[in-house]
């Protein structure tokens, strides 16, 4: 099993370009997760799914969109890029939506200019 | 929505010697809390968790502790080895719910 992969690992844009970041899981979780990870702030929630077809806002959704395209694939977009979303992206799984262990990808390092 | 502090940022330790973390919740209600160890560069991974209904858990020379009176819950590594170095990340979340809200983290650096 792979687990969560992510991609790309790295990815430079400029101010205003759009992009969307990738996530699957092969360990046919329920819920999946997308957090941002910046220096000192811990790992932030921006979006989640509890269940296939189902989103919701998580603690910094703002410029962000989200599509839980199946039960394996959850991505993220952002639609203008702005500095200020400079970080490092994670996604997550977990069996259900109550509470277990989540599983967490390799990251996407996003850096926008 | 629930808070979760961690203290301290750093903490430096000698080699053999012991480390403890520990961090506090705002909501009552949390009945989850799982530590996160992330090394350099890489993905955090789960390395012990308790639920409410438990005091303290162990697992080899980790265990966490959790005073729900006090809504605090601890982490600590004995026999500290270098490749214990990490950032560590405190959680809390409760059932129905498993939105994990993170504390900052804690570096820890174990001197050889």
Redesign the interface.
């Known amino acids: 099993n792979a687990g969560v992969t992510q991609t790309p690992k790295f990815q430079v844009l400029k101010t205003g370009q759009s992009m969307t970041l990738q996530c699957a899981q092969d360990m046919n979780h329920n ?1 999946m997760y997308w957090y941002r990870q910046d220096p ?6 921006i979006y ?1 799914s ?1 269940s296939e077809g189902t989103t919701d806002k ?2 910094v959704p703002n410029g962000y969109n989200v599509s839980r395209l199946n039960k394996r694939e959850f991505s993220l977009r952002l639609e203008s890029a702005a500095p200020s979303q400079t970080s490092v992206y ?1 996604c997550a799984s ?1 069996r ?12 996407t390092r996003l850096t926008v200019l | ?1 629930e808070n979760v502090e961690q203290h301290p940022s750093t903490l430096s330790v000698q080699e053999g010697d012991s480390a403890v973390i520990k961090c506090t919740y705002s909501d009552s209600a949390s ?2 809390f ?1 530590w996160y160890k992330q090394e350099l560069g ?5 390395i012990i ?1 308790i ?1 409410s209904n438990v005091g303290e858990k162990k697992d080899q020379r980790i265990a966490v502790t959790l005073n729900k009176t006090a809504k605090h819950f601890s982490l600590h590594i004995t026999e500290t080895q270098p490749e214990d170095s990490a950032v560590y ?1 405190c959680a809390a ?8 809200a ?4 804690n570096q820890v650096v174990v001197i050889p």
């Open positions: 819920s000192g702030m811990g790992l932030r929630l989640y509890a998580g603690e994670f977990s259900d939506r109550e509470v277990d262990t989540q599983y967490f990808g390799p990251g | 929505g009945n989850y799982p890489k993905r955090p991974q789960l968790d639920r990340f979340s409760n059932y129905g719910n498993n939105r994990l993170f504390g900052k983290g």
